[in-house]
């Protein structure tokens, strides 16, 4: 026999003698211990495959989920995991979506942990890199993800008994429930016996956990064993018998558990009894003290067990919305309407009443010191800090008391971050107007109260006081500090901003340019208020506003403006833009900001030159002396300094000037950063250039679309003044290019480029006809000239295009004119003025003073003779001719090639004889020959 099982037998025997629980005083033999060992094996893997599985809905299981996440995510506080946290936090989440209920449980843990993720937030400075961006981002969820069960939520923290109770008791554990209904319904047992030690401890324990519930007399065990017809399952019940009286008292006292074990002709040796028995033995404890096989198997509840359950799952259906109800149909059912959503507005809404739900008048300013403490810091909503603003402005009785919450509320109007949007909402621009302009009308009809800058504040005491009279004495005034200028720039500068952003051909642009009307008005206001409280300063700024809307726009279009203006305020109505213009600029250059002072120069000529008076505007460039001291002044001045001398160019170009306009011109369109120079657009090359600084400031300086200047214009002008000025010079000197006047190099650049082209085709844009126009110009074909000219459609952006027209014609005329007796006076004695005037279609005195002008400037050598005007000419010794031109050009080229031969003789000797003034063959030195070619 193997020492094992003797030693077996030992300890076995000794344990039922110990005991002292078996009838006959005798313990079970060896075979009687092996053969139940046996039986128990076997009956663990016969339950094994005969257990009823417990098959779970789909609804079940996503309970089950999240309750092991709200078990995570309450872990995971206690440790301070917030890494762990968020992500079992979006875990639930999407359980919660899928399972489409909300669960009270699932409440409770949104509570909790909002409360949790609030009290962390103040320690991310202890916490690492990690674990404080996962606070951030819970925060910023949770807020999100709380918006949808703000009532529900609200209740939930309206009981502390949920919110404090362990997460056990909420997470809806079905198995922590079934345990203490179990062990509620466990009857009281006496006090367990002494338990037994060594090796038959384990063997008792083993044999308790298979079959707890057995029999527990001697007899029914013999019973049974006759039924089965076995002598040794005789003596297994005689031990198992003596061990289960021995180790009743603990066993008793655990609760029941059932495991349906199928009964067959396989299985007739266990009963019912015994499977029910040795089942509720093993789930006591949840599993624990099993052994074998009955460890695994799946656990079945009972009847009370599934009630409570149920009774869970009834308490964990979620929180119905407010929501009306319908009559009930024939089949039962009740419509109910659908959760209604509730706007970020509305929450703002309800936010800010429930803030100032118990706010006085008298307690209007104490909340806005408040108010303005927390204004732009972290963790702050800017909307419920508009809303509760609104509401103390409804709640103000005093106008000091609504001039203070204005002040406030209309910079909080400006605030947003620049990192997410460039400006504001045009509604919210709209707002903002519209609260700007009572704020200025409430200032009108109190004149006791002056907003400045300069005023220092009244004590908070006498402030309180100040603020509930209602009745002032006259002649007494009350400074408030504030900048009502302030608010009109900014409101201009985000207007500016919203037209930039905006497409130019929609119809929001102009829906867009509607508002300017009434932001004139508030400027209107602004300066009429400033002037009246004496605020030199504030005037200044105001006024240079005024005229930054009225520089650049037609007479009409200030008259019409005006006019509206004049309805709505009450001022009288300005007839006279010139005037108004000159009293406004006549104010502004006394002003001390030297910046305000320029800007309003620039504004002034630019004014003139819109209104084709070339030589006011000129007169006032030469009196500042602007020009030298433009590259010291700020960006935005030097681009009004471009704009104001393009408009000066353009003007002079009008009036017939084209010289000056050349010049006027000429630095803007030489440049290939004419669009960047006048703030209309950034060069794709020099985009690439720039950094995202320098980009985003660039972007930031340009002008609306209705401000600006047309490109193909300015290019139109400035190539065609070109024209009329190099191609006259071309003529008189095709061959001289050292006594050629260039006043145009990218024009001669153009020219060549277009001479040099294989193939010339029919223009296609602007500078194709000019270019066209010139080769026809330059052989004297002024009437092809004239028509590729005006075949150019950009003209007609001119205000009186047929004058500009017969401007650009007569000029055409004057220089074909000049062009022809440039090319021809070599070749001809004499000319007749009647003939040149019938050629060309100008006056007997139009030539006659186009011949003169060209005599005076040694143009030409002639003379006009007699009263018919003959004009003859005087050719000179050394021949202007082509031939004699060739001849002098070879002369001096071979002159060139001589002294070189020479020279290089020279060097050769001196390296052969080695002396400096030795020639070879007798020849004559360097200056020898230098002499012969002076004789």
Not at 122 to 148: E, P
Request: hydrophobic share 35%; with cysteine; charged share 30%.
């Amino acid at each position: 026999m193997s020492r094992f099982f003797r030693s077996v037998s030992d300890s076995e025997s000794s344990g039922s003698s110990s005991s002292g629980s078996s009838d006959e005083g005798n313990g079970p033999t060896l075979a009687q211990t092996t053969t139940a060992k046996f039986n128990r094996a076997w009956s663990d893997s016969e339950s094994d495959g005969n257990v009823k599985r417990v098959v779970k809905s789909g609804r079940e299981k996503a309970l089950d989920f999240m309750k092991e996440c709200s078990k995570k995510i309450a872990v995971a506080q206690k440790k301070d995991d917030w890494v762990t946290a968020s992500s079992e936090f979006s875990k639930m989440n999407k359980g919660q979506m899928k399972l489409k209920e909300t669960p009270e449980f699932y409440l409770v843990t949104l509570a909790r942990l909002q409360v949790a993720v609030d009290a962390a937030v103040g320690r991310r400075k202890s916490m690492d890199g990690l674990q404080g961006k996962a606070v951030s981002g819970l925060r910023q969820n949770l807020r999100k993800w709380n918006k949808d069960f703000d009532r529900e939520l609200a209740k939930i923290r309206q009981r502390p008994d949920l919110m404090n109770a362990d997460e056990e008791s909420t997470s809806g554990d079905s198995s922590s429930s079934e345990e203490s209904s179990s062990e509620e319904e466990a009857p009281k047992k006496k006090a367990p016996a002494k338990p037994a030690t060594g090796r038959s401890k384990w063997l008792k324990a083993a044999e308790s956990s298979s079959s707890s519930s057995e029999s527990s007399s001697e007899e029914d065990t013999k019973k049974k064993a006759k039924k089965r017809g076995s002598k040794w399952t005789k003596r297994v019940s005689d031990s198992e018998s003596s061990s289960s009286s021995e180790s009743e008292s603990e066993e008793e006292k655990k609760p029941k558990r059932v495991v349906k074990a199928k009964t067959g002709s396989g299985s007739s040796d266990w009963s019912e009894d015994e499977s029910e028995s040795d089942s509720s033995s093993s789930s006591s404890d949840g599993g624990q003290g099993l052994s074998g096989f009955q460890w695994w198997l799946k656990r079945d509840t009972t009847k009370e067990a599934k009630k409570k359950t149920k009774e869970k799952k009834e308490r964990a259906q979620p929180v119905a919305a407010p929501a009306t109800t319908q009559a009930q149909g024939e089949d039962g059912f009740t419509q109910v309407k659908a959760r209604r959503h509730v706007t970020q507005q509305e929450r703002d809404a309800q936010a800010a009443s429930a803030a100032i739900a118990d706010v006085t008048p008298e307690m209007v300013l104490s909340k806005l010191r408040e108010v303005a403490e927390v204004r732009g810091k972290k963790g702050s909503e800017r909307s419920t800090q508009i809303k509760i603003l609104e509401k103390l402005l409804q709640v103000a009785v005093t106008p000091y008391q609504k001039i203070k919450v204005y002040l406030v509320y209309l910079s909080s109007q400006f605030d947003y971050s620049p990192a997410q949007m460039n400006h504001i909402e045009p509604e919210a621009w709209k707002v903002a107007r519209s609260d700007l302009r009572d704020f200025m009308i409430l200032l009108e009809q109190n004149p006791h109260l002056i907003v400045t800058e300069e005023a220092t504040g009244e004590p908070v005491e006498d402030e309180d006081k100040l603020s509930l009279r209602d009745d002032f004495e006259e002649g007494e005034t009350h400074r408030i500090t504030g900048s009502v200028v302030s608010f009109i720039e900014r409101l201009d500068d985000e207007l500016n901003k919203i037209l930039q952003e905006t497409d130019p051909h929609t119809t929001e642009y102009i829906d867009r340019l509607k508002d300017e009307t009434v932001l004139y008005e508030l400027i209107v206001r602004g300066q009429a208020y400033s002037k009246r409280i004496n605020n030199l300063s504030a005037l200044s700024r105001v006024m240079v506003r005024r005229v930054e809307h009225l520089y650049f726009k037609p007479d009409a279009v200030n008259i019409a403006i005006e006019e509206a203006v004049s309805k709505d305020t009450g001022y009288p109505a300005v007839a006279n833009i010139t005037l108004l213009m000159k009293e406004l600029c006549g104010t502004l250059y006394k002003a001390e900001n030297e910046r305000i002072r320029s800007r309003a120069v620039l504004c002034h000529l630019y004014h003139h030159a819109l209104q084709n008076r070339f030589n006011d505007a000129r007169d006032i460039l030469l009196m500042t002396h602007l020009q030298e001291t433009i590259h010291l002044a700020d960006v935005g001045t030097q681009i009004l300094y471009n704009r104001a001398m393009v408009q000066l160019g353009l003007c002079a170009f009008r009036c017939g000037l084209i010289k000056e306009a050349h010049s006027s011109l000429h630095d803007i369109s030489s440049s290939h950063r004419n669009k960047e120079l006048l703030a209309q657009g950034l060069m794709p090359q020099r985009i690439s250039q720039l950094t995202p600084d320098q980009e985003r400031a660039a972007k930031a300086r340009l002008l609306p679309f209705h401000m600006h200047i047309n490109l193909e214009l300015i290019e139109a002008v400035y190539v065609l003044c070109s024209m009329l000025l190099e191609v006259p010079q071309i003529a008189l000197h095709p061959h001289d290019n050292a006594r050629r006047k260039v006043q145009s190099r990218i024009f001669r650049k153009f020219l060549e480029v277009s001479e040099r082209l294989p193939f010339g085709g029919p223009p296609e844009n602007t500078r194709d006809h000019i270019l066209a126009a010139s080769r026809a110009l330059y052989i004297g074909d002024w009437k092809k000239c004239e028509e590729l000219i005006m075949a150019i459609k950009v003209w007609d952006l001119f205000p009186d295009v047929e004058g500009v027209k017969r401007m650009m014609s007569k000029h055409i005329q004057e220089e074909g004119l000049r062009t022809y007796i440039a090319q021809a006076h070599p070749f001809h004695t004499s000319m007749s003025v009647q003939r040149l005037s019938e050629v060309f279609e100008l006056s007997h005195s139009g030539v006659k003073t186009i011949v003169s002008k060209m005599i005076l400037a040694d143009e030409i050598s002639a003379s006009i003779v007699g009263p018919k005007g003959l004009i003859t000419f005087r050719r000179e010794a050394d021949g202007e001719d082509r031939m004699n031109w060739l001849a002098s050009q070879l002369a001096e080229r071979s002159h060139t090639i001589g002294d070189s031969l020479e020279r290089l003789t020279d060097h050769t000797s001196q390296l052969q004889f080695g002396g400096a003034g030795i020639t070879v063959g007798g020849g004559m030195g360097r200056g020898q020959r230098g002499q012969r070619r002076r004789n």
